[in-house]
């Protein structure tokens, strides 16, 4: 695996949708996704310096699939036990003619949901041969060194080799297998894309649009799995309201404060008809019950006018049907809102014992904006201060340290 690079200036969304297809023709080609990643990763480190120097290409996935088979066959002809490979090479330009079989990057996407591999590293390896992350961002978002994420990574890579694939099988049928970890990778990549964990960007757009696209790409797989529906669904009515999420500094702004008319309409339409049609077989899951959540938000025209009654509601069946600290403390804010900030604050008192939870920012940031609306305002900024300083993301501990200062410039109070 390369080690750190500065390739993250020259990737933008069209280079990033080229990846997984490089990465899927060499698999295709040659069979070991390790050495395949490894050599679409030397050359993305290679374009870094070609392409400042002479320029970006005009088809920047034609110019690293022909670096990338390079120093592919480079690393073979190193190695005299796979000479044999190379009689193999041939044009990789031309796309083979497979019916039946899925998109190469969504193929790529279920080679990487192998069944021979624990959620954990499904994820992270997703994230790196198909989201095109680097090591140290997808270290970040799991909480842990580089160089532990690099082995996860690498581990990964090698089990799947080592169990055996057949890309080029992965047709409707076959994603049966894989579709619950593929839901569960998606939703992580948009997640980590729309809301960053760790780093200073408030948005990963390009993150965002990948996971956006192939979970589009599932449901057309899938059109009558109606927790892809539902997945879809969600993705969309949340990457909705990107506009309005942060202001002119790149601070994020509250759900409640946000400008609802720069909520995308079009990804708000789909979004809802599509949330729709994934309940409407009464089909009851955790992906269907979120859907629903965000449909609630996006039907309201303000802040005010949210039915949180209905929020709870679906909120205390998300909590019976995925049991967690996320399900939970979104429940406790949204009894904040509809039944008062100390109801909310209640709740919270019951999470605290919960070490999931112990030592983040999200229990303390709600409970910040609880104990403001209670009036509380000295213990409202000392829950804001807290909360900075556990947060990993650089916007998001700006504008909790934000909070603080305004409460204190309006108490007249000192730090």
């Given at each position: ?17 080229a ?8 698999v ?18 290679e374009?870094?310096t ?15 699939l ?5 120093r592919?066959?480079?690393a ?18 031309v796309?083979?003619a ?9 193929a ?16 992270a ?13 997808i ?9 532990a ?12 080799d080592?169990?055996?694939?057949a ?23 948009f997640t ?15 993150l ?7 979970a589009?790409?599932?449901?057309e ?18 990457d909705?309201?990107t506009?309005?999420r ?8 509250p ?8 909520w ?13 049609a ?5 089909a009851?899951t955790?992906?269907?019950v ?12 303000t ?20 049991p967690?600290p996320?399900?939970?403390?979104g ?12 109801a ?7 999470l605290?014992r ?5 030592g ?14 209670a ?22 501990r ?18």
């Open positions: 695996m390369p080690g750190t690079d500065n390739r993250g200036s020259m990737i933008d969304a069209t280079v990033r949708a990846i997984p297809v490089v990465v899927a023709a060499l295709r080609r040659y069979g070991s996704l390790a050495d395949c990643e490894d050599a679409v990763q030397e050359a993305l480190i374009a870094a070609a392409w400042t120097e002479g320029g970006r290409p005009d088809d920047p996935r034609a110019w690293l022909t670096v990338a088979r390079r592919y066959i480079d073979v002809r190193s190695d005299a036990a796979r000479r044999a490979r190379e009689d193999r090479d041939a044009a990789l330009g796309r083979d497979r019916a039946g079989v899925l998109d190469d990057s969504l790529l996407l279920a080679l990487c949901c192998h069944p021979a591999l624990e959620p954990t590293s499904q994820v390896l997703t994230l790196r041969v198909v989201g095109g992350l680097t090591t140290a961002q270290a970040a978002a799991f909480y842990a060194t580089e160089s994420m690099t082995r996860r990574i690498t581990r990964a890579k090698r089990t799947i080592e169990a055996g694939r890309f080029g099988a992965f047709d409707d049928a076959a994603l049966d297998e894989h579709v619950d970890a593929v839901r569960a990778v998606l939703y992580v990549m980590e894309g729309h809301a960053p964990a760790a780093g200073e960007l408030p948005v990963h757009a390009e965002v649009a990948e996971a956006i696209r192939l589009r790409l599932l449901r797989a899938r059109p009558r799995d109606t927790e892809t529906t539902a997945l879809l669904a969600l993705l969309l009515l949340t909705a309201r506009p309005a942060t202001d002119a500094d790149g601070l994020p702004i759900l409640a404060e946000q400008d609802r008319t720069a995308r309409a079009d990804e708000l339409a789909e979004g809802r008809r599509l949330a729709a994934a309940l409407a077989d009464g009851v955790p992906l269907h979120q859907a629903a959540l965000a449909a609630v938000h996006a039907a309201a025209e802040a005010a006018a949210t039915d949180w009654a209905q929020i709870v509601g679906l909120y205390d069946v998300l909590v019976r049907l995925q967690g996320a399900a939970s403390l429940r406790a804010a949204a009894i904040g809102m509809a039944r008062g900030p100390l909310g604050l209640a709740e919270l008192a019951e605290e919960d070490d999931r939870l112990a983040g920012h999200r229990l303390p940031s709600v409970r910040a904006g609880l104990l403001e609306r009036g509380a305002l000295p213990e409202a900024r000392a829950a804001y201060l807290l909360a900075a300083s556990r947060a990993a993301n650089t916007a998001e700006r504008w909790l340290a934000s909070q603080a200062d305004r409460i204190t410039a309006e108490q007249g109070a000192t730090p």
